[in-house]
């Protein structure tokens, strides 16, 4: 089992419906939770960090769930420009162990 | 600030040549970080310093691979001799700090073709 797993997708969704995937994680020691995003051809660019108790950026919300091992990240109202490969990482230990998942693809279309 | 500098943006080359990538990071951020994404393996952490001494190397694939930082603002990883199955693209990152408050600021990438 990966340490860290999510959907490859893609995920064809209608402009302005609601998506959500998740990304797991085998390691119980698990810190912090990102979600980046990255656009074609492009390098990841942070979408916005999980925190324990969730939360929400305009159309965007996180979730951790710690029992189950998992971050999820929804998407309201999708726009075209959401369109891209997300990508969740997560973190470990005093010396900083990082893991990133191979990312989810979105493709919103009109 | 210009954000994370990579040079060169493409490189081709041929299998058995030295390969040298070049990282500037943002000013002031202690951590830098040399990622390898491919289709296959997605992205993959390779090495990362922390105020300029590497803390783990632990995702270098073999001794061909090298990386220095010999100060806050430069870093090169260097393939020797490079092979196909290293064609990738090779991004650095650097970041404030680590843990819960931590952004990785990633550089544009530099495109390697291995013929």
């Known amino acids: 089992r990966k340490e860290v797993e999510q959907d490859p997708g893609p995920f064809n969704v209608p402009e302005g419906a609601t998506v959500a995937f998740n990304c797991t994680y085998s390691?119980?020691?698990?810190?912090?939770f990102f979600w980046y995003r990255q656009d074609c051809r492009k390098e990841p660019k942070l979408l916005m960090s999980?925190?324990?108790?969730?939360n929400e950026d305009g159309r965007f919300t996180a979730q951790l769930n710690r029992a189950s091992q998992y971050i999820s990240l929804l998407i309201r109202d999708s726009k075209l420009s959401d369109s891209a490969t997300y990508l969740c990482v997560v973190t470990w230990g005093g010396n900083y162990q990082l893991i990133w998942g191979a990312g989810t693809k979105l493709i919103i279309k009109p | 600030d210009a954000g994370v500098i990579q040079s060169p943006r493409h490189e081709v080359t041929e299998m058995g040549q030295e390969v040298t990538l070049r990282c500037k990071p943002i000013s002031g951020h202690d951590y830098l970080f040399w990622y390898r994404q491919t289709m296959m393996r997605g992205l993959e952490l390779l090495i990362y310093f922390n105020n300029n001494v590497p803390i783990d190397d632990s995702g270098m694939p073999e001794d061909r691979f090298s990386a220095k930082m010999p100060n806050a603002s430069f870093s090169t990883l260097k393939i020797q001799p490079s092979e196909p199955r290293d064609s990738a693209v090779y991004f650095c990152a650097s970041s404030l700090g680590a843990g819960t408050s931590f952004e990785q600021y990633f550089g544009p990438g530099t495109r390697l073709t291995v013929t």
């Open positions: 999980v925190y324990s108790s969730g």
């Open positions: 390691n119980s020691a698990s810190q912090s």
